[in-house]
């Protein structure tokens, strides 16, 4: 036995190995290639990696404003303007080393997964905050929603109802080394 030497953690599927090879099996390559251009990041002149982002104004709905409709506590992460294809990329690409698991959503299953973010508004830091995101594969199914949610804290829920956020930008980043931020500006 080598002393010191670090092995990688098996694999590990999140479903039965008869699913995980219906859904590999209807994988298209273009698909595969798309995502993988999509991760391509140029490095900036200090040699250091561009951190993977996403952004969006924050409409009235977002930010917990009142509507004629109710209030949701989550960000819907949409398309916006961003190149990215956001039904597959943030499950698939932007939180895919994370420890998915099966949950459910109301009455929907979903996988989900907690994530730490620092999360920064208006400038000032508010700290490490936990939030939930949540995919599911068929959301899009519905009017084209968006297939992957992230689910706000208490402390970002209190944040909202504070101020008036609508119509700021959000912007949501994962650093090399996995460090996930989310601010609003």
């Known amino acids: 036995m080598t002393r010191g ?7 590990h599927l999140d479903m039965d190995f008869d699913e995980a090879l ?77 420890p998915w698991v099966n949950g459910h959503f109301g009455r929907h299953a979903v996988e989900q997964v907690d994530i730490d973010f620092e999360v920064t508004i208006l400038g000032q830091s508010k700290g490490v905050r936990t939030m939930r995101v949540t995919h599911d594969d068929t959301r899009q199914d519905n009017n084209n929603t968006p297939n992957t949610w992230l689910h706000y804290d208490e402390g970002t829920l209190a944040d909202f109802h504070a ?23």
């Open 5 to 11: 030497k670090k092995y990688e953690p098996s694999l």
């Open 22 to 98: 219906q859904r590999f099996s209807l994988t298209r390559k273009s698909e595969v290639d798309d995502l993988l251009s999509q991760t391509k990041r140029e490095a900036p002149k200090g040699g250091e990696a561009m951190p993977l982002t996403w952004w969006k104004k924050l409409s009235v709905t977002d930010a917990q404003r009142p509507t004629t409709g109710r209030l949701v506590p989550y960000l819907r992460l949409t398309k916006a303007k961003n190149p990215q294809d956001n039904q597959t990329w943030f499950r698939h690409v932007f939180f895919a080393g994370e």
């Open 163 to 185: 101020q008036n956020l609508a119509h700021r930008i959000v912007r949501v980043s994962k650093s090399d080394a996995s460090v996930y931020s989310f601010m609003i500006t």
